[in-house]
């Protein structure tokens, strides 16, 4: 009985893992306030999901900056001068309140414009950074777990 446990929470945390490294998501676009969000797993089979990843040595870093009045994405980061695409968590919401402000699904300020933000777990080689091959702001975002599955 013992084994079997510990098989399949082996099992769930490897999916769950998994599911943080994917690249593609596509799949569960939405967009809310102009902010571009995915669909947070949170148990898989039964299971809550987890992030067991360890940080990157090279994570996605920028300062947040933000325009209401862009017609593809409302905030993204900006890197020197390299522009970088975000996904962020379902819940995720922005406001501009003279400069963008952005918030988590509980409705706290988590960062606003001219704030260096840093994804730990996510790679600077995920994703090209662009709207069309956007990071996934997932596992460690704002010292919350949000899951990502295609």
């Given amino acids: 009985m013992r084994r079997g446990t510990l098989c399949a929470a082996l099992v769930a945390m490897t999916i769950s893992v998994l599911g943080c490294a994917s690249s593609d998501p596509r799949s569960s676009i939405s967009s809310a306030d102009g902010l571009r969000t995915y669909s947070v797993v949170r148990e898989i089979d039964g299971i809550p ?3 067991g990843l360890p940080n990157e040595p ?3 870093r920028g300062i947040l900056m933000g325009d209401p009045d862009d017609p593809r994405e409302a905030v993204w ?3 020197g001068d390299r522009r970088r ?3 962020w968590p379902e819940g995720f919401t922005v406001r501009f309140e003279s400069d963008a402000v952005l918030y988590d699904e509980q409705g706290r300020a988590v960062a606003r414009a001219g704030d260096v ?3 730990p777990q996510v790679a600077t080689d995920s994703a090209a950074g662009t709207f069309d091959d956007p990071y996934i702001a997932s596992c460690q975002v704002f ?3 949000y899951v990502y599955r295609p």
Avoid: N
């Fill in 117 to 119: 933000v840093e994804l």
């Fill in 49 to 51: 999901a987890m992030c």
């Fill in 85 to 87: 695409s975000i996904f």
């Fill in 58 to 60: 090279s994570p996605v």
């Fill in 143 to 145: 010292g919350g777990a």
């Fill in 77 to 79: 980061l900006l890197d």
